[in-house]
């Protein structure tokens, strides 16, 4: 599998300062990009947003609306979930990249990043995955990983899919292991099971009992 650094971008020049903004506006209705990174000198000075520059006067220069630049950026040693946080927090599909001496190195587009996170096993590998909720004050991850691979399940990962002030929302992706089992540990240590799963015996249980009664009561 590649690194992520591997899909540092560097198909178009970064804006210079000194371009016109007609020429900026140019480039941004030619491409599908939300953001793009300003050098001035060299040096990263932030990311000018499409939205921002179709309002500027035409013929003035970047540099005259450097007070409306972004400064977000990803370091070239991140890692892949750092990257993509990045991404999420600033709603954009491009994010530029600095090495450790702050000098601008390329971009990362967010689909480039998509296709790795395709890559990973959390989403090539087969397996079933559970989405659990419980108070924020009580979870742990920790728990969570016991309670799979004390089940003879193998972990391929868990993120945080829902947050509240109260409760937590934890997406699990299992391979291996008897996923009912699973399932029924998770409540026995009272996380509420969100997803739905045909394995779910306490679920069919519940059902057969709610058909019986509405049986009764209909005779």
């Not at 990045?86 to 296709?115: C, H, I, S």
């Not at 069919?204 to 709610?210: A, I, M, Q, V």
Request: negative net charge.
């Amino acid at each position: 599998m590649t690194e992520i650094k591997d899909c540092i971008n560097k198909d178009f020049k970064a804006i210079n300062s000194s371009d016109t903004v007609l020429e900026v506006q140019d480039f941004f209705h030619e491409m599908t990009f939300s953001h793009f990174p300003v050098l001035e000198e060299g040096i990263y000075m932030g990311c000018m947003s499409l939205d921002d520059v179709d309002t500027f006067d035409s013929d003035k220069k970047i540099s005259d609306y450097r007070y409306t630049l972004e400064p977000f950026f990803a370091r070239s040693t991140m890692m892949w979930l750092d990257v993509l946080e990045v991404f999420a927090k600033n709603q954009t599909n491009v994010v530029p990249v600095l090495d450790e001496n702050n000098a601008y190195v390329g971009y990362y587009e967010l689909e480039d990043v998509m296709k790795f996170f395709h890559e990973t096993p959390f989403l090539k590998e087969p397996g079933g995955i559970i989405v659990v909720q419980k108070p924020i004050i009580d979870y742990s991850m920790s728990q969570i990983a016991q309670i799979v691979e004390s089940n003879n399940g193998r972990l391929l990962g868990l993120f945080i899919s829902e947050a509240t002030a109260d409760l937590i929302q934890i997406t699990v992706k299992i391979s291996l292991g008897a996923m009912n089992n699973i399932i029924q540990t998770f409540r026995r240590y009272n996380y509420e099971i969100i997803s739905e799963h045909q394995e779910d015996t306490y679920i069919s249980t519940l059902k057969d009992r709610s058909d019986y009664l509405d049986k009764y009561l209909n005779m």
